[in-house]
């Protein structure tokens, strides 16, 4: 079946078809297809992308503005990606075993999954990867892009799903929305029964979980809440913006491409970055063994915001105070996420032979380091006005 794929995307002579090793966790069927280039081909997972048709238009708008932006800034070294159009004239290929893509791989690139092993001045460039996917996202229009996953980095349905779940009352909480409805009504509803609900909720690490998340819910509700209001803009955001979703160039250490684009849709810009602070300055890792030993690294904030605001221009006050809280607010989400889900009965994070409380561990983890960036918060937004006044 793979080789009938590949043939209909114009790829020149195949010379072979492989599994590609670092697939990730969501869209599993991907190979390596060596023909004139090497080309990743991937089918987008039907069981978490209920909208295919959002996901590729959303991926080619935003591929199509970051190419022109590295046509316009030649000397900061950004990479055109390329999609490989079907014999059809069409950048995606819709067939009877789903949607598929063929993404041509850059050549001379380097990831890295953590700053360990990574170059000395990764954090940097990572902040100068975050200002131009800003720039990226306000080429777009977000009243022109459709969310390929509603709901998705929503604080206020992820408390209400939360909410669902701990009082065991769905209805009260579900969505108005139809389109919500569909894609996230299953969210908030318990897989458990009573007993084993319970002993979940009772146990004391989830107590101390409970407590923080409620103690801290303006802090995590900060960027809906500028949404809402309309301090904070509106505009398209990437969705994933991890360390290992950037490319650096393998010569010169400099970040050259940003990849993984089917979490394109409006938001805020804010989101990417304070969600890639959240994990790239938690130095132990998001499945640290022992959660209390978890902390925010305030050296990798401080050289991630000195490179974002190396090219990032024209914010508002209310943006660059957020600078300091973004992180704060996706670590409560996360922790959220993580707990809502170990609360369920583990059906969104799905257990894959880990043990029963491994969700529970991840929300634990999460709120170590929401903690520290709480003692830390200060420091935090001294390290933006320093960056500012530099």
């Not at 390596?32 to 991926?59: C, H, K, S």
């Not at 503005?65 to 950048?91: H, I, K």
């Not at 409620?214 to 991890?242: C, I, M, N, P, W």
């Not at 990798?300 to 605001?309: Q, R, S």
Request: glycine share 6%.
């Amino acid at each position: 079946m793979i080789n009938e794929i590949a043939t209909q995307f114009d790829l020149g002579d195949i010379e072979r078809i492989e599994p590609f090793e670092d697939k990730g966790n969501i869209n599993s069927d991907a190979y390596r297809v060596v023909a004139e280039g090497d080309w990743l081909l991937q089918r987008i997972n039907p069981d978490v992308f209920r909208f295919p048709d959002r996901v590729m238009t959303g991926y080619v708008q935003w591929l199509d503005a970051s190419n022109a932006f590295a046509l316009v800034n030649p000397d900061l070294g950004w990479r055109e990606l390329e999609l490989a159009e079907t014999m059809s004239d069409n950048p995606w290929l819709e067939s009877d075993s789903g949607w598929w893509r063929a993404c041509r791989l850059l050549p001379n690139v380097r990831g890295f999954r953590k700053l360990d092993g990574a170059p000395a001045n990764a954090s940097f460039e990572l902040g100068r990867g975050l200002a131009i996917s800003r720039a990226i996202g306000s080429m777009l229009v977000a009243e022109e892009i459709e969310p390929s996953l509603p709901g998705y980095r929503d604080a206020e349905q992820y408390w209400r799903q939360h909410q669902a779940i701990w009082s065991g009352d769905a209805t009260a909480y579900l969505p108005e929305s139809p389109e919500l409805r569909q894609s996230t009504g299953r969210h908030f509803e318990r897989s458990l029964g009573d007993a084993e609900f319970e002993t979940r909720r009772d146990h004391p690490v989830a107590q101390r979980i409970s407590n923080l998340l409620q103690a801290h819910l303006a802090e995590g509700r900060y960027l809906s809440a500028g949404l809402a209001s309309g301090e904070l803009d509106r505009t398209v955001f990437h969705g994933d913006t991890k360390l290992d979703n950037f490319l650096f160039d393998a010569s010169s250490a400099e970040i050259c491409a940003l990849i993984d684009l089917d979490t394109v849709m409006p938001h805020t810009w804010l989101v990417d970055f304070g969600d890639s602070m959240r994990s790239v300055a938690n130095l132990a890792g998001e499945h640290a063994e022992n959660a209390d030993q978890v902390s925010f690294h305030l050296p990798t904030f401080e050289a991630a915001v000195n490179g974002f605001l190396s090219l990032a221009d024209e914010l508002t006050d209310v943006e660059v105070q957020a600078l300091s809280i973004a992180p704060l607010s996706l670590a409560w989400e996360q922790c959220l996420r993580f707990f809502t889900d170990y609360l369920r009965g583990d059906t969104y994070y799905v257990l894959q032979d880990q043990p029963a409380d491994f969700n529970l561990h991840r929300a634990a983890v999460q709120a170590s380091l929401l903690e520290s960036m709480l003692w830390q918060r200060s420091e935090m937004a001294q390290v933006v006005d320093r960056a500012l006044n530099a």
